[in-house]
């Protein structure tokens, strides 16, 4: 008997060791003291409220869930509304971080205010997150709270790790009324890159959004590859804007970029953002980086190409190609609005070709025009930069072939006696001799001298 006693004792045992373990090992409905340390947190579930409470001024709750899907995550806090002089004041400061230990979200509630929510941050499935209750104001009794996390399923996010162009997200652009959004989150050095593939040449725009209850400072970069010096691909700059923490919109300027993949770097401060870029298609746009007789972008005749001066150094280069029968072009720049800018026709050398034409246009004159005479056969560069403009100015370049008959080269001066020579004589006289004929000029004089004739004898009787 004794020794079947002792065997139950054991099982009971075993039994109560797994059921301990078990119940560590669910998610709580409530905090589990202690839970100071990340190493300790009580476990919840997404979707699930977790109860809780602060004791002492020093009191520390952590917290851990596991995401339960890719996608946008947030944390609320819940707590009865406190009354009184101090209800005004910070009662709770809430952080959440990865595992890593790196902050993804950080805000506080205050007594009056029921519930609170963190900046929305991005989640990969599976991975922890811990969250971080203290007291933030001074302690006068216990107060408590409950603490919710949710993920948002189905949308576009980041997947860590992206801190590279190599590493970077497929970013699908947008198109006209058909906005495409990807969320992302920045956490303390963090970087991330996103990489879109537009199907031709066109021009594309960046947009910034701060989203998130706080608002951080956000910067966005537009880069393209090009070859490096040692024949190797490196990435140039583009374009860049930089949302700040007071902006919830930050859209960029339209550049043209080339067909192929471009790479967008988000840095700036913690917090989270949504990004997307615009793309519409247009062969007849600047593809950056257009600044050398190398890079220069090709000309279409007759059809305007449209282009932006995106700082007070940025230069943008064109090339066209003069045949051997040319007569002469006429180079027109537009502008959209009053600045001022420098103006080159250059040839392959990169010699200048004419003076350079300073421009400066106004409100109520925004062209300029270079008009050339033929040019001698081969490739010619339209160089533009700024005066004194400010940034991204827009403008446009046209260049028209001319006419044979609009440059026709006049005849060499001759003297008088050469042009009478020259006269066609024999041609003349058959004209006059037609004209005399036409009109009966010898019926004609006959029929006047018989006049005067009589008119004489008139007279002559009447003297006589």
Same mark, same amino acid.
């Given at each position: 008997m004794k020794k079947v006693k002792s065997i139950l004792s054991l099982l009971l045992a075993i039994l109560m060791v797994a059921g301990c373990m078990a119940t560590a090992s669910a998610a709580a409905d409530g905090e589990v003291e202690d839970n100071g340390s990340i190493a300790t947190a009580t476990k919840f579930t997404v979707g699930t409220k977790i109860d809780g409470g602060l004791e002492s001024a020093d009191d520390v709750d952590y917290y851990k869930f596991t995401a339960t899907s890719a996608g946008l995550a947030y944390v609320k806090i819940d707590h009865a509304v406190i009354t009184g002089s101090d209800s005004s004041a910070t009662y709770f400061n809430i952080v959440v971080t990865?595992?890593?230990? !790196?902050?993804?979200?950080?805000? %506080?509630?205050?007594?009056?205010?029921? %519930?609170?929510? =963190?900046? %929305?941050? @991005?989640?990969?499935?599976?991975?922890?997150?811990?969250?971080?209750? @203290?007291?933030?104001?001074?302690?006068?009794?216990?107060?408590s709270y409950s603490i919710t996390a949710a993920v948002e399923k189905n949308v576009n996010t980041e997947s860590e790790p992206n801190?590279?162009?190599?590493?970077?997200?497929?970013?699908?652009?947008?198109?006209?009324?058909v906005p495409k959004n990807y969320y992302g989150s920045l956490s303390e050095n963090d970087v991330d890159y996103f990489v879109i593939t537009t199907p031709s040449t066109g021009v594309v725009n960046l947009y910034l959004y701060n989203d998130s209850?706080?608002?951080?400072?956000?910067?966005?970069?537009?880069? @393209?590859?090009?070859?490096?010096?040692?024949?190797?691909?490196?990435?140039?700059?583009?374009? =860049? *804007?930089?949302?700040?923490? @007071?902006?919830?919109?930050?859209?960029?300027?339209?550049?043209?970029? &080339?067909?192929?993949?471009?790479?967008?770097? *988000? /840095?700036?401060? !913690?917090?989270?953002y949504r990004t997307r870029v615009l793309f519409?298609?247009?062969?007849?746009?600047?593809?950056?980086?257009?600044?050398?007789?190398?890079?220069? /972008?090709?000309?279409? #005749?007759?059809?305007?190409?449209?282009?932006?001066?995106?700082?007070?150094?940025? !230069?943008?280069?064109?090339?066209?190609?003069? &045949?051997?029968?040319? $007569?002469?072009?006429?180079?027109?720049?537009?502008?959209?609005?009053?600045?001022?800018?420098? *103006?080159?026709?250059?040839?392959s050398d990169g010699e200048a070709v004419k003076d350079a034409l300073h421009v400066t246009t106004t409100d109520s004159n925004k062209n300029a025009k270079i008009d050339t005479d033929k040019l001698k056969e081969g490739a010619y560069y339209v160089r533009v930069s700024a005066?004194?403009?400010? /940034?991204?100015?827009?403008?446009?370049?046209?260049?028209?072939?001319?006419? $044979? =008959?609009?440059?026709?080269? &006049?005849?060499?001066?001759?003297?008088? #006696?050469?042009?009478?020579?020259?006269?066609?004589?024999?041609?003349?006289?058959?004209?006059?001799?037609?004209?005399?004929?036409?009109?009966?000029? #010898?019926?004609?004089?006959?029929?006047?001298?018989?006049?005067?004739?009589?008119? *004489?004898?008139? #007279?002559?009787?009447?003297?006589?």
């Open positions: 990865n595992e890593e230990e !790196v902050v993804v979200a950080d805000f %506080s509630s205050t007594g009056n205010s029921a %519930s609170d929510e =963190s900046n %929305s941050f @991005t989640v990969s499935k599976d991975e922890v997150y811990y969250v971080k209750v @203290t007291m933030g104001r001074v302690y006068n009794g216990a107060v801190n590279t162009a190599q590493e970077a997200d497929v970013l699908a652009y947008s198109e006209k009324d209850v706080k608002k951080s400072k956000f910067n966005a970069t537009l880069m @393209t590859w090009v070859e490096g010096k040692e024949g190797t691909q490196e990435l140039e700059e583009v374009t =860049s *804007i930089t949302i700040e923490a @007071t902006e919830s919109t930050k859209i960029g300027p339209s550049v043209g970029v &080339p067909a192929g993949k471009h790479i967008i770097k *988000i /840095d700036g401060e !913690v917090g989270s519409r298609n247009n062969a007849s746009v600047e593809t950056e980086n257009n600044d050398s007789l190398l890079l220069a /972008d090709d000309l279409t #005749f007759k059809t305007a190409c449209k282009a932006t001066i995106d700082e007070k150094t940025d !230069v943008d280069v064109f090339e066209f190609n003069a &045949p051997a029968d040319n $007569a002469g072009y006429e180079i027109l720049f537009t502008a959209t609005n009053s600045a001022q800018w420098e *103006i080159r026709l250059l040839n005066g004194e403009t400010h /940034d991204s100015e827009l403008y446009s370049i046209t260049v028209t072939p001319k006419a $044979a =008959s609009e440059n026709k080269e &006049p005849e060499e001066e001759k003297n008088l #006696f050469d042009r009478i020579k020259d006269l066609d004589w024999g041609g003349l006289w058959d004209n006059f001799s037609g004209w005399i004929e036409e009109i009966n000029f #010898f019926g004609m004089l006959s029929s006047l001298s018989a006049s005067i004739i009589r008119i *004489i004898t008139y #007279f002559i009787s009447v003297i006589g």
